[in-house]
């Protein structure tokens, strides 16, 4: 039982490159959310899923699409990388619902040159 | 979103009980209240949810007065492994909002 598996794990982009970052979980969980954590800072959401079809903006959407591709997986988009985009990505799943605990990958750190 | 209110940084030390106050004043009537623990890079672990009242589960207990408007995570007996930053959320549960939490340091 995987959990939630994000990939890569590890990316350098140089700035106007664009690239997807992947997240699937395995535990049939409705939610799926994206987040950004900046050095000694806390987290801040992307975007979210409540529900497989559904997406929601976050506290800092700009910058992000996301694709809710099936229930299982929940991708994040940078079009076009700044090095403010710079930081280490978490993607997570919960049941949803009333239910708030969320289950989190191992998280994405990107550098933005 | 109702705003929280965690102080920066506590320390304890090994053994003692450790309570960390979480302030939400604008807590809305369908709000939870959540707490996670994060390592240093690792992403968050949840640690307890309550609505009301109190809730223990087995590694802490959460104390929610009647008017909701603050929370306290209660740790019992921490150890060096309990060194971490704790984040209080509270809000909708579709959205899973972080504040910047506090880090506690466990002391020998």
């Known amino acids: 039982n995987a959990g939630v598996t994000q990939t890569p794990k590890f990316q350098v982009l140089k700035t106007g490159q664009s690239m997807t970052l992947q997240c699937a979980q395995d535990?049939?969980?409705?939610?799926m959310y994206w987040y950004r954590q900046d050095p000694g800072m806390g987290l801040r959401l992307i975007y979210y899923?409540?529900?497989?079809?559904?997406?929601d903006k976050g506290e800092v959407p700009n910058g992000y699409n996301v694709s809710r591709l099936n229930k299982r997986e929940f991708s994040l988009r940078l079009e076009s990388a700044a090095p403010s985009q710079t930081s280490v990505y978490f993607c997570?799943?919960?049941?949803?619902?009333?239910?708030?605990?969320?289950?989190f990958g191992q998280g994405t750190r990107l550098t933005v040159v | 979103l109702a705003k929280t209110t965690q102080p920066i940084s506590m320390d304890s030390y090994e053994g003692q009980e450790v309570n960390i106050t979480c302030s939400h004043n604008?807590?809305?009537?369908?709000?939870?209240i959540t707490w996670y623990q994060q390592f240093p890079s690792q992403g968050p672990r949840f640690i307890i949810q309550?609505?009301?009242t109190k809730v223990t589960n087995e590694v802490a207990s959460l104390f929610i007065p009647a008017d909701r408007k603050s929370s306290t995570l209660s740790l019992p007996r921490v150890s060096l492994s309990d060194t971490a930053v704790y984040y209080c959320?509270?809000?909708?549960?579709?959205?899973?909002?972080f504040g910047s939490g506090t880090q506690l340091t466990v002391l020998p």
């Open positions: 997570a799943s919960s049941e949803g619902g009333t239910n708030t605990e969320a289950f």
């Open positions: 535990m049939n969980h409705n939610s």
């Open positions: 899923s409540a529900s497989e079809g559904t997406t």
């Open positions: 604008n807590i809305a009537t369908n709000d939870y």
């Open positions: 309550g609505y009301k």
């Open positions: 959320l509270v809000g909708d549960p579709r959205q899973l909002t």
